[in-house]
């Protein structure tokens, strides 16, 4: 995006467009499933979004499918007339956020990926790279079910399983950037094996992934995911043992994490949390019951939905471009795009 110099042989001078005024960013969402990118303008809107798979059928490195899917976002952004301030880019994972750097995300495939520097150099924009559960407790500090808090928990129930600690309005990343990484609590000791290379681990009971993939395993119909588990937990037995097994791990994990953090409120994000009363009831129920002599904290499902981590990238993405984030900037996104 540099001007030309009008004494080499390409020609004059090309004026480079200044960044939108408004402040517009591009939001990315790197899933163990699907990537979500998202152009996000300056009132935290989400103006134009795309889903892509995180795994390609050609076998191209999980690295390049992200980094494709940044460029395409930026190329739509300027076709519509609008030129990106900065990019936010977040994934699952071991993610170290001061040095732009995924140290390792079992989902996909990533160990020691330099990834702000890879995003700089193909889009010459502003990068702030992040862990998505974190970033989804940023959003949620800022204009959603986490704001006014000093501190609370945001679980994200999608592919894996990860928490958000907010203390005094920031995430904490821990002395590893590892600090979340509830999905691998073992919640049933000696329980079923985890890819993690343990047994027992909430994920592998109360993910949507994991819950798809044991209901599977026990004999299940291939190929129903959460969703259709979740619809057929009355007329089918297996389904609801699955999903009541999930539940009860559920509840038994956040009453641990209660106990440790004691936090003014448990927020659940992602599509699994999408299941309503059918999730949060017995959850309650369960978390309660682990409880004996204190009250549980408010259990409330997330107010972005599955959009949090791209919100939290689109903050990220201001922040890096020096861009103001004002108190309830992002409220105004839908909970599904």
């Known amino acids: 995006m540099s001007p030309v110099d009008p004494a080499s042989p390409a020609g004059p001078v090309t004026e480079v467009p200044a960044p939108d005024p408004d402040g517009a960013v591009l939001a990315v969402d790197v899933g163990g499933t699907t990537m979500k990118g998202s152009i996000v303008d300056g009132a935290g809107r989400i103006q134009h979004s795309v889903v892509v798979p995180s795994q390609t059928e050609t076998g191209a490195e999980p690295v390049d499918a992200v980094r494709a899917l940044c460029r395409r976002l930026r190329d739509d952004a300027l076709a519509r007339g609008v030129v990106p301030a900065g990019i936010g880019v977040v994934t699952p994972g071991i993610v170290d956020e001061t040095a732009g750097v995924v140290r390792y995300a079992s989902n996909i495939r990533f160990r020691d990926v330099p990834l702000r520097a890879l995003v700089e150099d193909d889009l010459d924009l502003p990068v702030g790279i992040g862990h ?4 989804a407790g940023i959003a949620e ?8 808090l000093d501190n609370f928990l945001l679980l994200p129930l999608g592919t894996g399983i990860a928490a958000t600690v907010v203390v005094h309005g920031a995430p904490v990343p821990g002395t590893t950037w590892s600090a979340g990484e509830v999905g691998h609590m073992p919640v049933f000791p000696g329980g079923e094996p985890c890819s993690c290379g343990q047994r027992g681990c909430l994920e592998v009971y109360a993910s949507a992934g994991g819950l798809a993939r044991r209901y599977a395993r026990l004999g299940g119909t291939p190929g129903r995911d959460s969703r259709a588990i979740a619809a057929a937990v009355e007329s089918d037995p297996l389904a609801r043992s699955v999903w009541e097994t999930a539940t009860e791990a559920l509840g038994i994990a956040l009453a641990t994490l209660t106990l440790t953090l004691d936090p003014a409120r448990i927020v659940l994000g992602g599509g699994l949390a999408e299941a309503g009363a059918q999730l949060f009831d017995p959850v309650r129920e369960t978390l309660g ?11 409330v499902p997330s107010a972005f939905g599955t959009t949090g981590a791209r919100i939290g990238a689109a903050i990220l993405a201001r922040r890096a471009a020096g861009l103001a984030v004002p ?8 909970v599904h795009s």
């Open 141 to 148: 500090a800022v204009a959603g079910a986490g704001r006014g």
């Open 289 to 299: 019951a682990a409880l004996a002599w204190r009250d549980a904290p408010d259990l």
């Open 327 to 334: 108190d309830g900037w992002g409220a105004l996104a839908p």
């Open 132 to 135: 998505d559960a974190r970033a």
